[in-house]
């Protein structure tokens, strides 16, 4: 059947965090599409959005594991209290759509959108510390 054990070379670290980066910006961008063009009541508008904000956070936890296992031990450790402040911003503005929207049907699209757009900013900040 010729079956057996076979390897890749895989790529340095920096490089398959732009590899992951540019995949989900891909997927990021088409649900994008699908939310301007062809969403046409609030819970399609729901559902794309927050495929958006699962792209993104997906993204975002697959570079912070490249980051946590290729960084060294002082630097990591700034890193994660720049993240942790990163996150607290994050939920204050989560927090602060919710104040505003007062549980409007826009609320989760707003908010899922706003998320989204952070956490790819951040993806894109993480790359750099692998450099």
Do not use: H
Not at 13 to 41: G, I, R, V
Not at 64 to 79: G, S
Not at 84 to 107: D, F, H, N, P, V
């Amino acid at each position: 059947n010729e079956y057996g054990i076979y390897s890749f070379d895989r790529p340095e670290p920096l490089e398959e965090a732009k590899q992951m980066y540019e995949s989900c910006k891909q997927s990021y961008e088409y649900y994008q599409k699908k939310l301007t063009e062809e969403a046409d009541t609030t819970i399609e508008m729901i559902e794309y959005s927050g495929m958006r904000y699962e792209i993104s956070d997906k993204c975002l936890n697959d570079i912070w594991n490249l980051i946590r296992y290729n960084v060294e031990p002082e630097q990591y450790d700034k890193i994660l209290a720049e993240q942790r402040t990163w996150i607290s911003s994050k939920e204050a503005k989560s927090k602060e759509i919710t104040l505003e929207y007062e549980g409007g049907s826009m609320e989760s699209v707003d908010k899922n959108e706003v998320l989204a757009e952070l956490t790819m900013e951040r993806c894109e900040e993480l790359i750099k510390y692998l450099n």
